[in-house]
């Protein structure tokens, strides 16, 4: 955390562009070291505390059950699972579990993040490398994803990425 303070002051004075880049890299990453270092946090109190949903290993859990040597996987934590209600929890993991199963098997994707971010709304994002829609598509999946979102008061999206691939977007309000 010192470190990011300090660079306000530091890295201006570094001349070579290449330097400059290369400390910039290594800031970014040290925010995202920060970042990931509060979502621990959250998560161990939330582990501590009766009745958590534990939300954080859930979906590890679901993403390690696709994972293989043809398929990465990843996943990114952003804010205090903590806060995410049983019910929501079981949704949300049924949510990863479901597009991340289509990505592999309806997509052949190789490679899979899922982001969960935590502030007013749970939003997941799952993004895949495969082959995106081929043909018409048959919604039965995402028509699961859908309703749940629904069931919650959120929304569900979807759609092509420029890159290959798809990515599905869920969120629903937090009370």
Known sequence: FGACLARPGAVPRIRPADAHRRVEQCVDDLQDVISEIRTAIFDLHSGSSAGSTRLRQRIDAALTQFASDGVRTSASYSGPLSVIEPAIADHAEAVAREAVSNAVRH????????????????TIEITDNGTGFN??????????????????????SFEESPSGGIV????????
């Open 135 to 156: 043909g018409p598509i048959t919604e039965s999946g995402l028509a699961n994803l859908r309703l749940r979102a629904e069931e919650c008061g959120g929304t569900l």
């Open 168 to 175: 599905v977007v869920w969120q629903v309000p937090l009370p």
């Open 107 to 122: 997509g052949n994707a190789t490679e899979i993040s899922v982001s969960v971010r935590v502030d007013d709304n749970l």
